[in-house]
């Protein structure tokens, strides 16, 4: 019964390959946000949907591209990858008027080789 | 701003001391703070807020205190636990899309 799930945890690939990671929540909640964490633990926002509409694209390489298919579920697209994407990638999700209540997943760890 | 080039602040107490970790903030009309805590291989998890119409809050062993005047804010635990140890962050609401700005992270660690 985990809340915001996130899938694979682990991802290690090479340069110029195509990835997906995974999120769903099962909060009922109607926004979900992808959060980029370096090596040095900085959390930066990447992109927010709310009900399946994008709200938020906060200057992310078109390289990276977030789906919704429904209000519980926000995926996102890494196409050619580059060392520079190596980092944590965590997903979250709020409901609007909530008080920026987030809940995170776990975080995928994408390894770039 | 980013990291880049910064260290990650680390903040190392002996078990059952008491904890404070800082956040300076730089846009005197926030008007709401988040503090989160983020343990080894999990995602941030929300421990306690405040808006800038208190200076204080207090939770189950935290307290939160908010200096508007200096743009501060200080997470306190009391009576640190091992179970304590990880990075805690404060955040703020930024101005779109109920996306959340998150300070630096300072990294607890407790001896035992």
């Known amino acids: 019964d985990t809340a915001v799930s996130q899938t694979p945890k682990y991802l290690v690939t090479q340069m110029g390959n195509d990835k997906s990671i995974k999120c769903e929540q099962n909060?009922?909640?109607?926004?979900m946000y992808w959060y980029k964490q370096d090596s040095k633990k900085f959390l930066k926002i990447m992109f927010s949907?709310?009900?399946?509409?994008?709200?938020i694209n906060e200057t992310v390489p078109n390289r990276f591209s977030p789906k919704s298919p429904d209000k519980a579920h926000l995926n996102l697209h890494i196409n050619s990858l580059e060392l520079g994407d190596s980092a944590v990638y965590f997903c979250?999700?709020?409901?609007?008027?909530?008080?920026?209540?987030?809940?995170f997943g776990s975080g995928t760890r994408l390894t770039v080789v | 701003g980013e990291s880049v080039g910064l260290h990650l602040p680390t903040l190392s107490v002996q078990e059952g001391d008491n904890s404070i970790i800082n956040c300076a903030y730089s846009?005197?009309?926030?008007?709401?703070f988040i503090w989160y805590k983020q343990e080894s291989g999990k995602g941030p998890q929300f421990i306690i807020d405040?808006?800038?119409?208190?200076d204080k809050r207090q939770g189950q062993r935290v307290t939160v205190l908010l200096n508007k005047t200096v743009k501060h804010l200080s997470l306190q635990i009391a009576a640190t636990q091992p179970g304590d140890s990880a990075v805690y962050f404060c955040?703020?609401?930024?101005?779109?899309?109920?996306?959340?700005?998150f300070g630096q992270g300072t990294e607890l660690s407790v001896k035992p």
């Open positions: 955040a703020e609401p930024g101005p779109v899309g109920g996306k959340l700005i």
């Open positions: 979250a999700s709020s409901q609007a008027g909530s008080n920026y209540g987030y809940t």
């Open positions: 909060l009922g909640h109607d926004t």
């Open positions: 846009n005197s009309a926030s008007d709401y």
């Open positions: 949907y709310n009900n399946k509409e994008l709200i």
């Open positions: 405040i808006r800038s119409n208190m």
